[in-house]
């Protein structure tokens, strides 16, 4: 079966904190309500039956332990996206258009699902090189180091400049397939090499998408708020029972960038950022402790990964 009989899959993932949920939820409203263009076969990863069937969406129920295996060894939440979109491959035998919860549609897809049906990727927008953001210091300096020769290479080769991608948007069409293998593996690689593990899906993807395909940007169609998420999740759960009752529709970009400055004037505020930085930093310390552990039994070496790896490439047809 082709993938061109199966078209594109919008598929999202909602497990956890039912912040979570309440986001998909809000972003499948904006979906349906682009109207009869937004008729792509819709699918959400949960851990919740029943609760984004009023959507028509489809439902993939997780379990804890699907998660725990999706997200690896070291518990890399990141993971489980792109171990998601290569079950979706294997699933629906088709192309895959994939958002991140906290997103919401302001106009039809029919643009991105031409484009991937084209042969082309999908991200949310191009951010900046490798170098030149305010993220990504730890990476940059592993990046460098290795092309410099002071580390050992890496699996594949890096070129020489490498523009960060923003992943809240992900469209890859089935006949690169392959290519989400190689971000997983390129991901786990540098977990257990990079200090810094935020953003590393990110760069593999930016890493190798653009290595196989063209790549467009959809921040047109999609508005990612990741940068302003207190903000953003305050608008959500101000709105989402009125939405989820179809009382109201979602509100456009302004609209809702207004919401929120109303109901959260200072932002995340200066005691919870201080917060979120100690407690990442704690979380990153502890992951590289793991990270080092697993490196030292050549974990990706061992049996149990590369059956995994070939189990995944033999369900995936290559």
């Not at 070291?74 to 792109?82: A, S």
């Not at 302003?228 to 709105?239: G, N, P, Q, S």
Request: glycine share 8%; proline share 3%.
């Amino acid at each position: 079966m082709s993938a061109s009989t199966q078209g594109t899959v919008i598929v999202y993932q909602a497990y956890g904190d039912r912040s979570f949920h309440d986001q998909v939820a809000y972003s499948l409203a904006s979906l349906r309500a682009q109207g009869d263009s937004a008729t792509a076969r819709t699918v959400v990863y949960t851990d919740t039956e029943g609760r984004y069937r009023s959507f028509g969406a489809e439902e993939v129920l997780v379990d804890a332990k699907k998660i725990a295996l999706w997200q690896g060894p070291l518990g890399f939440v990141h993971r489980f996206k792109i171990a998601m979109i290569l079950d979706a491959f294997v699933r629906y035998r088709s192309h895959v258009l994939y958002l991140d919860g906290d997103t919401f549609w302001c106009a039809a897809p029919a643009r991105l699902l031409d484009e991937i049906s084209a042969g082309h990727g999908i991200v949310h927008k191009f951010e900046y090189w490798l170098g030149e953001g305010p993220h990504h210091d730890w990476l940059h300096r592993f990046v460098r180091r290795v092309q410099a020769g002071r580390l050992p290479p890496l699996a594949c080769d890096l070129p020489r400049n490498i523009r960060m991608l923003n992943a809240g948007v992900l469209g890859i069409p089935y006949q690169h397939r392959a290519a989400v293998l190689q971000v997983l593996m390129l991901t786990d690689e540098l977990l257990l090499r990079c200090y810094q593990t935020e953003w590393l899906e990110q760069f593999a993807f930016s890493w190798v998408l653009p290595s196989v395909t063209p790549v467009v940007a959809a921040h047109r169609e999609v508005e990612h708020y990741w940068d302003d998420k207190f903000r953003a999740r305050a608008v959500v759960t101000e709105l989402i029972g009125e939405v989820m009752a179809g009382r109201i529709g979602p509100l456009d970009r302004d609209e809702f960038r207004r919401l929120g400055a109303r109901l959260l004037p200072g932002g995340e505020g200066r005691w919870h950022k201080a917060k979120r930085k100690t407690r990442r930093s704690l979380h990153k310390r502890i992951s590289w402790i793991r990270a080092r552990r697993l490196a030292r039994e050549r974990w990706l070496q061992s049996e149990a990964y590369l059956t995994s790896v070939d189990d995944i490439r033999r369900s995936l047809g290559l």
